[in-house]
């Protein structure tokens, strides 16, 4: 009977960990056992989606340096553009996390079909808007480019925005499925969105050779399946909502109203941010095709580098958004600070485990030798520049914007952007001789701007006596 005792009394650390855990992640509204389940599926939806892009440059790299350079800069705009759907998005995800912390379960379906309205809308004018002038916006981005590059530019950028409306439903219903912690439903959308998206690439890339055509039929396929898959859990399946369609079709002033009050600032500075990225590619299409597959390269790498930092970005505009709801400041605060150790500390473990197999990852592009060396300069310090300040760069306003403070970090970003991101590039990669480097070097000066701006934002009080819900 003792031995039996035994063996059910939990270990030492079992009991250390709870009570870390219950101290720094858990109070009134949420515990750590529940904001675990949030940022798992997360988590593994960003690993997955990093993954899936790392793979896709992989495949388009078998069709030349022409369509990666293409693919990179289109892909660019794209996620100028997407960006824009994910902002309204999360407004709609912000409103639908308050009416859950708040206990009203009435107004979150409404909540979720006005999210979905109000980005489809947007995706489908932008998409015409688009097609319409993609010469000129090519012309624009690719006026340094050889014609190979263009030619595969214009196949990628029609495809694209073909695909906007799909993408739009998808992140809409995502971020609402977000904003009330399902975040398992939310992955399994995302998971069947990608999978599909890598066997069609598989397919029309790998075995039929269509190049760029054949990536920009499979992004159409996965994206559509997606958001049909997305409306269907939405209407059969789903009891938490409670979701109706005539929801959608029926204008709710107020409620657009809310999801425009945070959505549309954070759009602004999306399209202001990804802008500044845009102008800062066509300052690298000057520099020369390797230029540009470095950028690539570089930019695939570095984003596995940051999967578990996205998820937790992704997660604390849900925890935040509920307390705030509640009006539980105090384990919002507390949250705040523990996921940016958090977030800190993931970057020193993915930089331990990943920059001892660099050769290996870099392989899989099949860049050129000269080039090598350059990739791996970039990304060692892009990563050591990550652990001071992009937890407090881009988590703290995540944090900031689920209180309603979307206004403030919006101008801020926007600021920081092309005042350091923008002019400093440019003086560093194409005034003075750094090259890619320099616009590398900008951005993580960028980030320590954006840091302290937002740090200092969030010790104070303005943040949350922002109205966002009745």
Known sequence: MFRRREQLTPPAWQY????????????????????????????VDQAFLVCMNVVNTVMISSSGMAAVGAVNIVDTLNLFLVSIFIAVATGGSVVVAQYKGRGNEEMVPKAVAGSITVVLLLAAGISVLLMCFHGPVLGFLFRDAQADVIYNARIYLIGSCLSYSGIAIMEAVCGSLRGIGETKSSLMLSLIMNLTYILCNVILIKLLHMGVMGMAISVNIARYFAALCAMLFLIRRNQTLNFKVHDMIHFDGAMLKRTLNIGLPFASEQM???????????????????????????????????????????????VVGQCIGRKDLTQAKKL????????????????????????????????????????????LINSIAQIPFWSGSFLVPAALRAGGDSKYTSVMSMLSMWLFRVVLGYTLGIVLPFGILGFWIAMDCEWGVRCIIFVLRFRGHKWYKHKVID
Do not use: W
Not at 16 to 43: M, N, V
Not at 280 to 297: D, E, K, Y
Not at 340 to 357: N, R
């Open 272 to 318: 202001f941010f990804n802008g500044g990225k845009i102008l800062t590619q066509t300052f690298i299409v000057s520099l020369g095709t390797l230029a540009m597959a470095t950028n690539a390269i570089c930019s695939s790498i570095a984003a596995l580098f940051m999967i578990p930092a996205n998820a937790l970005a992704l997660s604390v505009v849900t």
């Open 16 to 43: 250390k960990a709870d009570g870390f855990l219950t101290r720094h992640f858990s109070g009134e509204t949420l515990d750590y056992r529940q904001i675990i389940q949030i940022i798992l599926p997360i988590l």
């Open 336 to 379: 705040v600070r523990s996921f940016q150790i958090l977030t800190s500390a993931a970057f020193v473990v993915m930089a331990i485990f990943m920059l001892p197999f660099f050769q290996g990852l870099v392989s899989l592009f099949h860049p050129p030798k000269e080039i090598v060396p350059h990739i791996y300069l970039i990304l």
